[in-house]
């Protein structure tokens, strides 16, 4: 079943990109880039952000501004090694 938390009104998929794009770009010193991708529980927005380790924590004050709901969205953060967002998710 689907989590409540996430039904309602969403905004289109080019304003959320837009969005979250702006948002990426104020509080991201690194690249990133931002999709529509759809996992076992439907539609996600990911912000995907380029990290020096993976495994380590991002930090608090940039991901409070990145809530599990965005505009609707269900937000999820991948963060790829230095140079993935290049190769692999050009637009």
Not at 26 to 40: L, M, Q, R
């Amino acid at each position: 079943m689907a989590n409540l938390a996430f039904s309602g009104p969403k905004a289109t998929q080019k304003e959320v990109i837009k969005a979250l794009m702006g948002v990426l770009a104020d509080n991201w010193p690194g690249a990133f880039t931002v999709d529509i991708f759809s996992d076992g529980g439907g539609a996600v927005v990911r912000a995907i952000v380029e990290c020096t380790d993976t495994d380590a924590h991002l930090d608090k004050d940039f991901v409070d501004k990145l809530p599990p709901k965005f505009m609707g969205w269900r937000l999820v953060i991948l963060k790829v090694p230095i140079g993935h967002v290049r190769v692999f998710y050009k637009s």
